[in-house]
């Protein structure tokens, strides 16, 4: 509503070399509330933030009917549209759905957006800019003594109380028992969508320099593996990766496939990769090693190519807590410091195969070419979202089958299963996100 208020105004400021944007979300930030970003020349950008923060306290929603109904049916066609997304995608939102606290799926959103209305949102406005907790970061051509002088400025436009500490976001991570595996499947949310995909993830824990290294550097050297063999051998599908995944600081391994195949054929497959990839461990000489570990190196090191990456790398550091504004060469230390035996031994306890220690997430999503191969006994149906399936240590749900013969149907190992609503209530949590 800000954006779309301010248009005439945005466009004015942008002619002068000055630019703002608002948010609620960042993929480069875990932020939870309002991210307000301005860019510009130095000797006006104070004006432009104290215009903006006394436009934001000043509005009245309610003046703006016509705004709002344009604004809300967008967003309106944008979650419904969403439904529409690539198979994989759909796979890690479940993986998210459970792991992370708060999360408020597609249906949950549209469902309260349907039935909001203008004078609610005006209430919100009121209710949110009360009490806020104000975290910055400035980039650029200013002294400290300017930026104190801005930031009073632009909080003073608002005047808000300081954000109690019973009122600070929670932002949690779920945690289960080591060696056992969840399992979520559902049908794709496109009946006409194809593809089907299957999104696993491995819980790490709580992020430290020497985890957040190691989980980098195995994802480096196993997504190019996972790729050359699932994708270009098998030829499994087009998407076909292998990457990190930390939220609210909890670290993970995400793989994830797309694919016309059945995702329980296709979680067969990455569990018969993992134990040829183990042996490419093993086999693995240091020099082998030392050439990874130095391509990794040289990415972390590379200069900030904008003022804009250099600030979004600072402003994560802010809203993480965490404040290594130093994290590359901090690092890129550590990661000169590991050895083959370390990696193969956090291979073997966090993702390998029959790891009595490591703690799984399958998500799948099952797409159209997928159902109609079953000739109708398809077992996945749509009361199937928002079932999870637990099983055991030892207990995998879709073991390979037997020298690689695609015809055998694996044996599921009887699990227990609960909704998702009552395992999220039960789930111990990883609290570490300040």
């Known amino acids: 509503l800000v954006q779309e208020v301010t248009n005439e105004e945005a466009y004015?400021?942008?002619?002068?070399?000055?630019?703002?944007?608002?948010?609620?979300?960042?993929?480069?930030?875990?932020?939870?509330?309002?991210?307000?970003?301005?860019?510009?020349?130095?000797?006006?950008?104070?004006?432009?933030?104290?215009?903006?923060?006394?436009?934001?306290?000043?509005?009245?929603?309610?003046?703006?009917?016509?705004?709002?109904?344009?604004?809300?049916?967008?967003?309106?066609t944008d979650y419904r549209n969403r439904k529409f997304g690539q198979a994989y995608y759909h796979a890690m939102t479940a993986a998210s759905s459970i792991l992370e606290h708060p999360f408020y799926g597609r249906e949950e959103r549209l469902a309260e957006l349907e039935s909001v209305t203008i004078q609610e949102v005006q209430d919100f406005k009121a209710r949110f800019l009360s009490e806020l907790l104000v975290e910055a970061v400035v980039v650029g051509n200013l002294t400290k003594d300017e930026v104190v002088v801005m930031l009073n400025d632009a909080v003073a436009a608002i005047d808000p109380k300081p954000l109690s500490p019973e009122s600070l976001p929670k932002l949690c991570i779920s945690t289960f028992e080591e060696g056992k595996t969840l399992l979520h499947e559902e049908l794709q949310p496109d009946p006409e969508a194809v593809d089907s995909a299957i999104c696993v993830y491995f819980l790490c824990g709580p992020r430290n320099t020497?985890?957040?290294?190691?989980?980098?550097?195995?994802?480096?050297?196993?997504?190019?593996?996972?790729?050359?063999?699932?994708?270009?051998?098998?030829?499994?599908?087009?998407?076909?990766?292998?990457?990190?995944?930390?939220?609210?600081?909890?670290?993970?391994?995400?793989?994830?496939?797309?694919?016309?195949?059945?995702?329980?054929?296709?979680?067969?497959?990455?569990?018969?990769?993992?134990?040829?990839?183990?042996k490419k461990l093993e086999e693995m000489t240091a020099e082998e090693l030392a050439e990874n570990i130095d391509s990794l190196a040289t990415k972390k090191l590379e200069p900030d190519r904008s003022i804009e990456r250099r600030c979004d790398r600072s402003m994560h550091e802010v809203c993480a807590h965490q404040y290594q504004f130093a994290r590359p060469q901090v690092e890129v230390d550590a990661l000169r410091a590991i050895t083959n035996v370390e990696l193969l031994n956090f291979f073997k306890?966090?993702?390998?195969?029959?790891?009595?220690?490591?703690?799984?997430?399958?998500c799948h999503v099952v797409g159209k070419q997928a159902v109609d191969a079953m000739n109708g006994q398809c077992d996945v149906t749509p009361e199937s979202?928002?079932?999870?399936?637990?099983?055991?240590?030892?207990?995998?749900?879709?073991?390979?089958?037997?020298?690689?013969?695609?015809?055998s149907a694996p044996t599921l190992p009887e699990p227990s299963v609960t909704s998702l609503t009552e395992l999220r209530t039960g789930f111990k949590r990883y609290d570490v996100q300040p």
């Open 385 to 407: 979202k928002g079932q999870i399936l637990t099983f055991d240590q030892g207990k995998e749900p879709f073991p390979v089958p037997p020298e690689g013969d695609q015809a």
């Open 349 to 362: 306890d966090q993702v390998a195969t029959g790891s009595s220690t490591r703690r799984r997430i399958c």
């Open 12 to 76: 004015d400021a942008e002619e002068a070399g000055l630019v703002f944007d608002i948010s609620n979300t960042s993929q480069a930030s875990p932020c939870s509330g309002l991210r307000l970003t301005f860019k510009g020349y130095d000797n006006k950008l104070p004006v432009l933030v104290k215009q903006v923060m006394e436009l934001i306290a000043k509005m009245d929603i309610t003046q703006y009917q016509s705004t709002f109904d344009l604004v809300k049916e967008k967003t309106i």
């Open 210 to 278: 020497k985890q957040d290294v190691m989980v980098e550097l195995l994802c480096q050297i196993m997504d190019k593996e996972m790729y050359s063999q699932l994708r270009t051998v098998e030829q499994l599908g087009y998407i076909v990766a292998a990457t990190q995944w930390h939220k609210f600081n909890v670290g993970g391994i995400r793989c994830f496939v797309q694919s016309v195949h059945h995702p329980q054929y296709l979680e067969g497959r990455i569990e018969s990769f993992f134990q040829q990839f183990i």
